[in-house]
C-alpha cells in the first residue's frame, strides 16, 4: 500500500455549484433494497444502541444495526418491529450457538431483513462459514459481513455470499486494537477503505474513525455506500450508556464491545471505557449530519450523493483542522 492517508489528511476539492439551496440536496442511500434518508448507521455497541433507539430510527426511515450482546431479546426484537411494519436489523456472533439461533429463525419463518455478521477478525472462515449458513437458511436476509481491512477479504466475504461487507479494524475511538496488537486499520482507515473499495463489487460500510460531519462525504468519496459511527452517537440523552456529572457538566459513558466493561471480564481486552460530552437530542444530530451532508453535496457540484463519489482531492497531511475544533 502506497499513499496512505486518513480523514484529517484529505480536503474534497469543490466542483461549481447546479443548486440554489442546499435543501434541494438528495442525503437518501438504498441498500438492500429499503431506502434511507441518511448514508449513515449508528454503530451496534451496547451504549450506543438499543431497542428503543432502533424503532425510533426505523419509524424515521434511518438505517440501525441492533446490537448482539442481549441475544436472548433478538426472536422477540424481530418479531416485535416486523408486526410493526418496520424493519428488523440484527447481529449476529459466528459461535455454536449462533447456529442454533439461524437455525430456530429458519423454523420459525422469521425473517430479518438485515443481519450483520459482527466480528473483530472478519477474514476468517468462521465468518465465511457464517455467510454461507445465513445464505442457505434464511436467503431472503441481506447480510453485511465484517470487519475487514483489505481488498482479499471484500473478495472472499463476497464470493461467500455476503450483499454488503464492513472496513475498519482499530480505527475507532475506544478501541485499543492497533496499541495491544499492532495491527489494524488506525491511522489509515480512509486509505484502506479506498483500497477495498477497488475490490468491492457489492456495498461498503466504512467503520470507525469518524470524528467529524464531513468524514461522512470524505468516506462515500473514497468508497463508502453507508458510514458506522460510535462516538459521535454516544453522548445523547436517548443513548444507553450511564449519565454521569462532573464538575455540574453531563458525561455519557461509552464503551468498546471488546472491553472489560462489555466482557465483565479481562480476556482478549481490545476496547476501552471513556466519557464524551452530553449533546441534547440524538433528533437534532441527525438533522445536522444531513444539512451537513446537503452542504457537502452541493460543494461537490451534485444534487445527490453520488455526485460526491467523483469529486477531486489533496491530501493535506495533518494541517486541515490547525487546532480548530467544530465546537
Ligand atoms: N472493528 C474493530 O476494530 C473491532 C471490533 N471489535 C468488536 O468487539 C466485539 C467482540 O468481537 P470478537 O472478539 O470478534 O467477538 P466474539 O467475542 O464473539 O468472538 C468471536 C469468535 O471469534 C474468535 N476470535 C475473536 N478474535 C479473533 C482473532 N483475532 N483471531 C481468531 N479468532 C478470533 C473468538 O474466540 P477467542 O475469543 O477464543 O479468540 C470467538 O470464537 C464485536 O462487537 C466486534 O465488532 C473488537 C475488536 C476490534
Ligand atoms: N478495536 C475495537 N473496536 C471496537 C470496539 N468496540 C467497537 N469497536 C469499533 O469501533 C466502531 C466505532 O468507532 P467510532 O470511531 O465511531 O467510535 C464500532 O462500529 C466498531 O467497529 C472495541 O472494543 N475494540
Redesign the pocket.
Known sequence: MENVFDYEDIQLVPAKCVVNSRSECDTSVTLGGHTFNLPVVPA??QTIMDEKIARYLAENHYFYIM???EPETRINFIRDMQTNGLIASI?V???EEEYNFIQQLANERLVPEFITI????GH?E?VINMIRYLKKYLPESFVIA??VGTPEAIRELEHAGADATKV?????KV?I?KLKTGF?TGGWQLAALKWCAKAASKPIIA??GIRTHGDIAKSIRFGASMVMIGSLFAGHEESPGKTIEQDGKLYKEYF???SEF??GEK??V??KKMYVEHKGSLNDTFTEMKQDLQSAISYAGGNELQAIRYVDYVVVKNSILNGDQVY
Open positions: 451496534n455497541m446490537h448482539r450482546f447481529s456472533g459466528v459461535k459482527d466480528i473483530a477478525h476468517s468462521s465484517g470487519n475498519g479494524i482499530g480505527p475507532g478501541c486494537t489494524g467503520d470507525g468498546g464491545s471488546a462489555q466482557k480476556k482478549n481490545e476496547g
